[in-house]
């Protein structure tokens, strides 16, 4: 008897669209994250995965420091959705945010700010195992920053 049973077998990358691709860009490479080169792509196989017509899309992957593919950021040139509401608060139902380990919280709320970005709350300790803080990027992209400390699980 078979007992493979399909389901989910490793992370690919999470797809993130936006309207300003290079300032999205500039705030995920801030982070610590290098962003290939663009590429556009159209044709019947996006219009077919996706369920538009008529797609021309352009593409960056942001890729983490040990080489794996986190984004896939993309700005559609058509057919173009213009975001109608302002960023969604941290506990709007869906997906809001996504976190990532980091050496030096502090360090990187310092050049989020210095490069025109803001926190959602405050850097606090959770239970002297990390210390944890949001920020909010561009088009309300909301991401976690976690830095462990001596509490932390190894």
Known sequence: ???????????????????DLDETVRFLELLGFDCGEPGVFSGQWIDRIIGLENVTVEIVMARAPDGSDIFEVARFH??????QEPAPAANRPGLRHVAFKVDDVRGVVDR???????????????ENTFLLCYVRGPEGLIVELAEPLDGAPG
Do not use: Y
């Not at 008897?1 to 309207?19: A, K, Q, Y």
């Not at 025109?116 to 405050?122: L, P, Y």
């Open 1 to 19: 008897m078979d007992s493979h049973r399909p389901g989910i077998t490793d992370f690919v990358h999470i797809g993130l669209v936006v309207e």
């Open 78 to 83: 058509s057919p173009s959705a213009r975001a």
């Open 112 to 126: 989020v700010r210095e490069a025109g970005w803001e926190t959602v709350g405050e850097i606090v300790d959770f």
